[in-house]
């Protein structure tokens, strides 16, 4: 059906002429001549879930071109393996939160105001703003990078966006879905919350290094847990 101002138009076969004011009805609009009525809320879900795609594309993108110039710089640059640690996980993370949405597991499809996808945009935007904060952004012209001293300019940085976006996730869940998930997940989220908060607290390198393998292995562990279908 589709509504021309005030009135209804029935669509008795393809051939049949629409008039140029013609438009669907909510709650459905159309693909083709009439054809395969949608609900809006499912436009809405793939509609968010592109959205969704761009800002963590961007995510991914910023950490593979900051991991290539160091690559590409790698003889004047004096490596450290925490930072890359921390970036494995939030690649991680980007692409659990990527998954999430594709199985409509990040509360989307709870949404019912356009307020719900506003709070929702929060945590692609949380992580994009994440990976972006891990790896150095240049390499000096002239001499070279210190991996471990540019970490340290960046790390509090890195774990309050990580510690924050774990809080939001909970926010998030309770104001879209009314509900916080007490299951694997929400232990993922707890462990990755205490790790990174536990690392802003006690500056000490070797916890730190505790802390990141912790929320590796649980990282790690979310993701292959996530099943397909």
């Not at 969704?52 to 393996?81: M, T």
């Not at 990078?145 to 966006?161: P, Y």
């Amino acid at each position: 059906m589709y509504c021309d101002g005030k009135s209804v138009v029935s669509i008795g076969s393809k051939e049949t002429a629409l008039g140029p004011n013609t438009r669907p009805c909510a709650p459905y609009f159309t693909r083709g001549a009439g054809l395969d009525p949608i609900p809006n809320t499912l436009r809405m879900t793939e509609h968010w879930a592109t959205l969704v795609s761009i800002i963590i594309g961007l995510g991914i993108a910023d950490l593979l071109v900051n991991f290539h110039r160091l690559i590409h710089a790698r003889k004047r640059v004096q490596w450290d393996a925490l930072p890359l640690v921390w970036a494995a996980i939030a690649l991680l993370w980007l692409f659990n939160y990527w998954w999430a949405v594709g199985a409509g597991l990040d509360g989307s499809r709870n949404a019912r105001v356009v307020g719900d996808y506003v709070l929702l945009a929060v945590l692609p935007i949380l992580l994009f703003l994440m990976s972006a904060s891990v790896l150095p952004r240049a390499i000096p012209e002239s001499g070279g990078l210190d991996m471990r001293a540019e970490w340290g300019k960046s790390r509090n940085v890195f774990l309050t966006i990580l510690a924050i976006n774990q809080v939001a996730t909970w926010i998030v869940a309770i104001a879209v879905s009314g509900a916080v998930s007490l299951d694997f997940v929400g232990l993922v989220r707890t462990i990755a919350l205490l790790s990174a908060v536990g690392a802003l607290l006690f500056r000490s390198r070797r916890f730190e290094w505790s802390a990141a393998i912790v929320v590796l292995a649980v990282a790690v562990a979310r993701i292959s847990s996530q099943a397909i279908g």
